[in-house]
């Protein structure tokens, strides 16, 4: 049983450029929830994907969106890129029957800026 | 605005001992909590989670205690591992307005053989 599966594992960019990174969800879960960790600090909420649409935002500009397809599996686009958008992005699945439970987690994208 | 707080940004603890690592939270809609740990170029996996209604949730060495009053929860690790050595973070989760999960900044632990 694959888990989160994220591609690619590292990425750099160049300022102003944009980004689409990929995630796979574990099998049997349908909801898919974005998080950028930066140096030092904790996993911070981008959006979740439920059903193809976006269920919740964090405090992320338009900059950051999203997209989720049929089979579960979800892109994060990030357009105009800046310096400060360089971290681990971090996909996590889970199943929205249990609104309790854990998410399982990929083992994330590190972006750098340049 | 931290909903979350981990004030304690690492932790040292000999092997054998007990580790405690803390978490205060602000929001009185959180009622999951969950503890994930993280090891260098992986992502977060999952260890104990705790509901409100109850105050303290055991899984091996791991033990959760919750104080709601308080709105401090607590991750009791023993005997600690060299093995236990990675960051851990406290997270929360309920109907804020949506199920978001919230992480603090977690905390780095050190386990000295």
């Known amino acids: 049983d694959a888990g989160v599966t994220q591609s690619p594992t590292h990425l750099i960019k160049t300022r102003g450029q944009q980004v689409t990174l990929r995630c796979s969800p574990k099998?049997?879960?349908?909801?898919v929830s974005w998080y950028q960790q930066a140096l030092g600090q904790g996993p911070q909420f981008i959006f979740q994907?439920?059903?193809?649409?976006?269920?919740q935002r964090g405090n992320f500009p338009d900059r950051f969106s999203g997209h989720q397809f049929p089979n579960y599996s979800s892109e994060l686009n990030v357009n105009a890129l800046l310096l400060g958008d360089s971290a681990l992005y971090l996909c996590?699945?889970?199943?929205?029957?249990?609104?309790?439970?854990?998410?399982?987690f990929g083992q994330g994208t590190r972006l750098t800026v340049v | 605005d931290q909903q979350v707080k981990q004030n304690s940004p690492s932790l040292s603890v000999q092997e054998g001992r007990i580790s405690i690592l803390n978490c205060d939270y602000t929001?009185?809609?959180?009622?999951?909590f969950l503890w994930y740990k993280k090891y260098p170029a992986e992502g977060p996996t999952f260890l104990i989670s705790?509901?409100?209604?109850?105050d303290k949730n055991e899984d091996g060495r791991f033990t959760v205690f919750l104080n709601k009053s308080a709105k401090h929860l607590s991750l009791h690790i023993v005997p600690s591992q060299p093995g236990d050595s990675a960051v851990y973070f406290c997270?929360?989760?309920?109907?804020?307005?949506?199920?978001?999960?919230?992480f603090g900044a977690g905390t780095r632990l050190f386990v000295k053989a």
């Open positions: 996590a699945s889970s199943s929205p029957t249990e609104m309790n439970t854990e998410a399982f």
């Open positions: 994907y439920y059903e193809e649409e976006e269920r």
């Open positions: 929001n009185s809609m959180f009622d999951y």
């Open positions: 997270a929360a989760t309920g109907n804020t307005g949506g199920f978001k999960t919230i």
């Open positions: 099998s049997g879960h349908d909801t």
């Open positions: 705790i509901s409100s209604i109850k």
